[in-house]
């Protein structure tokens, strides 16, 4: 008995280790590159497009007004990492932009509430409200993003890219992680062809 635990401890190893080698040979996939939003209108800000935005860190927050995780989890994350990165936001490195993605009770989380409830919860950076086109139940931003969800949130690095998607929970302390990592990253040089 305690050679077959044995020999199944060496089989695990063995499988563990097989597994870690063919992990780190697998090439990283290659980040997608962000899509643009689609806004019907803002609130807090002028019109703004990841365009704009290039060479910052882009932090989004994709919530409703009744969602509970939004409430709970991703407004008040926003509103620490606002404080923790506002010397960042200031110097033009990073952005933070909440989307107003409502896929359900459209006829409670109108743009009337969304402005009252950015104002009791002193949410001063830019809220875009999702279009919806065609009456379409779930709107445009949401179906570029390809979200599941609220909350979910997506953090873009300096060149577009999306480099973190989370519907849901996740751990705060990787996301401030992240987000370091990205405003630390060194933008890639263009590449120019050779002229002859």
């Known amino acids: 008995m305690a050679v077959a635990r044995a020999l199944t401890l060496v089989y695990f190893l063995i499988a563990a280790l097989a597994v870690t080698i063919f992990a780190s040979s697998v090439p990283a996939a290659s980040p997608k590159k962000a899509p643009q939003w ?3 209108e803002w609130i807090n800000s002028e019109p703004i497009n990841l365009a704009d935005l290039k060479g910052r860190v882009v932090v989004i927050d994709f919530f409703q007004l009744w969602c509970p995780g939004c409430k ?3 407004i008040p994350l926003m509103d620490h990492w606002e404080k923790i990165f506002e010397k960042e936001t ?3 490195r990073i952005a933070f932009v909440s989307i107003h993605t409502v896929f359900e009770g459209h006829s409670f989380q109108t743009p009337e509430r969304l402005r009252r409830f ?3 919860k ?3 950076h830019p809220v875009g409200i999702d279009r919806h086109a065609n009456g379409q139940r779930v709107p445009e931003t949401m179906r570029r993003y390809n979200t599941m969800g ?3 949130m997506a953090i873009i690095d300096k060149q577009g890219n999306i480099r973190f998607q989370r519907f849901g929970y996740f ?3 990787f996301g401030e992680s992240l987000i370091r990592t990205l405003l630390d990253e060194q933008p890639e040089p263009k590449r120019t062809s050779l002229i002859r």
Do not use: W
């Open 122 to 124: 002193n949410i001063k």
């Open 171 to 173: 751990e705060p302390a």
């Open 38 to 40: 689609d806004i019907s």
């Open 72 to 74: 709970s989890f991703s």
């Open 90 to 92: 200031e110097q033009g």
């Open 118 to 120: 950015l104002k009791e």
């Open 150 to 152: 609220t909350p979910e």
